[in-house]
């Protein structure tokens, strides 16, 4: 082949914006292109009409590969378009939409929230992390509840209320005991004073560490500074301990409950560490 054929071609289809509800419309791309055409009379041109610009111009990023893709444009050895498509995409590798600086360690917990209703009314959320997850609801909101864990396996249930001293109480129920409780929650008729709704699962289903995990969420709450445990139906081995070293079962849970109600629990000092 000659040194003017074009042998490679790259397909088109980068999607260059992501849709954002989060940018006010004057601030987007369309918004400022239908402002300034409103603004200045423009020449009657074919939408495709080619443009001469630079690769460094166009991207922002002048670097060597930027000025090795204009040189395989111009040899004919890539289309245009594929360059600059290419140096568009090399422009997000090296720039990202964050620093690198600023990246989450390897070792970070990340979770997923999802939330339903309003915020500013009735509603409820859920996190949910590496395994475990926790959905999250004012006591008059519980018709929202089926719609965050329809098919999940509820394994406990707390209970958050106020008593007279002020202090916050905490009822932990089993997914038997919950089911009947919320006939009398939903009803308005319990007793139990009830202001929000925890429900915990994705816990480890096997012993030991199942036993361990609602020990540890037990006193986890027994340990708070103005939270007073009432009751607990959780079932457990009597013999279930705390494991030895790093590999607390109950690490991740515990430390999604204090992201979620903030003070219900206190936790080891190496529960507010960073989640393995």
């Given amino acids: ?124 959320f859920r996190l949910h992390g590496r395994s475990a997850w926790i959905v999250f609801a004012p006591a008059d909101s519980l018709v929202f509840l089926s719609e965050l864990c329809p098919r999940d396996r509820i394994q406990v249930c707390m209970l958050v209320g106020c008593d007279a001293e002020k202090r916050i109480t905490v009822r932990l129920l089993t997914s038997t005991d919950w089911r009947r409780r919320l006939v009398t929650l939903a009803g308005g008729t319990s007793r139990c004073g009830c202001r929000h709704i925890l429900l915990l699962g994705g816990l480890p289903p096997h012993e030991p560490d199942r036993s361990a995990t609602l020990t540890g969420i037990e006193r986890a709450v027994r340990r708070g500074g103005n939270t007073r445990l009432l009751s607990s139906s959780l079932r457990k081995r009597s013999d279930a301990d705390r494991p030895a070293g790093d590999r607390d079962p109950s690490r991740e849970i515990l430390g999604m409950i204090e992201l979620v109600f903030p003070g219900l629990v206190d936790g080891p000092v190496e529960v507010g560490g960073l989640a393995r």
């Fill in 1 to 124: 082949m000659t040194p003017s054929s074009i042998i490679v071609q790259f397909p088109s289809g980068r999607p260059l914006a992501h849709a954002s509800t989060v940018l006010a419309r004057n601030r987007s791309v369309a918004g400022i292109v239908q402002r300034l055409a409103r603004t200045w009379r423009l020449p009657k041109v074919g939408s495709d009409e080619p443009l001469a610009i630079r690769l460094s111009e166009f991207t922002g990023v002048a670097d060597p590969t930027v000025r090795q893709l204009t040189a395989l444009a111009c040899s004919g050895v890539i289309t245009p378009a594929s360059a600059g498509r290419l140096a568009l995409r090399h422009a997000d590798e090296v720039t990202g939409r964050f620093p690198r600086s600023h990246e989450l360690a390897e070792c970070a917990a990340k979770y997923a929230l999802a939330v339903v209703g309003d915020p500013f009314g009735q509603f409820a």
